[in-house]
């Protein structure tokens, strides 16, 4: 491409900046009017009833950090990566994102330290359920 990696790294550096700065523009968890509108469209799709939302981890491949706690980084596949926790409604529209923890982190631990769980504990989404392919019973 004749960029010199400098230059590159400014500029991804620059871009995920403006991209952080508008998170909250684009990620958001529905108001009270819209969580019937999501549960409706999920049902729609798959005959789940008062679900808004699907949770699952992705690994996002990384260099090796280096240093002492480098492994921690290591996911269950062999590689290094970030593990991130997606929710998103039936239309794959962000709900929220957790993009924080090692590749070596269980998806169990980032659901069960993460501001969607707690808000579900607090009441917040009455009559509500989020749908993941592998949550234990004591996550819940």
């Known amino acids: 491409m004749g960029m010199h990696e400098s230059t590159a790294c400014r500029v991804i550096a620059r871009v995920s ?3 952080a700065g508008l998170y ?3 990620v958001k968890l529905p108001q ?5 509108h999501i549960q409706t469209e999920f049902y729609q ?8 939302g ?20 290591r996911n269950r596949k062999g590689w290094f990566s970030i593990n991130t926790q997606i929710i998103c409604d039936a239309n794959l529209n962000l709900l929220d994102v957790v993009a924080r ?6 998806d169990n631990t980032i659901f069960n330290n993460c501001v969607v769980r707690r808000k579900f504990e607090q009441g917040n989404f009455p009559n509500c359920i ?5 949550l234990r019973n004591d996550t819940c």
Do not use: C, Y
């Open 17 to 19: 900046r403006i991209l």
């Open 24 to 26: 909250k523009n684009f």
């Open 32 to 36: 009270p009017e819209e969580i019937v």
């Open 45 to 52: 799709i798959a005959k789940f009833p008062r679900v808004i």
């Open 54 to 73: 699907a949770v699952d981890g992705t690994h996002m491949k990384i260099q090796s950090p280096g240093g002492d706690d480098a492994e921690v980084f």
């Open 101 to 106: 923890w090692p590749g070596s982190t269980h």
């Open 130 to 134: 989020l749908l993941a392919d592998m």
